[in-house]
């Protein structure tokens, strides 16, 4: 799984809004959902790199689309 270095959650709760993810819940982690998929974003900054790549491949993302969508 490749590195998806330096991202913080409010970037990345952008660009998962711009995918057309919304905010479920909030708390010490940030539930995001398109009404198919749920993903959890934990809020680090930044958020560790492999965990990031994973949410992204969880929300059906490529990592190519997620970085035009930061």
Do not use: Y
């Amino acid at each position: 799984m490749p590195k998806l270095p330096g991202v913080n959650h409010q970037q990345a709760n952008r660009a998962f809004q711009k995918a057309g993810f919304w905010i479920a819940r909030q708390g010490k982690h940030i539930s995001m959902t398109n009404g198919t998929r749920i993903i959890t974003i934990p809020r680090a900054n930044p958020i560790n790199a492999f965990t990031m790549a994973g949410i992204v491949e969880s929300a059906g993302l490529t990592l190519a689309k997620f970085n035009k969508l930061l």
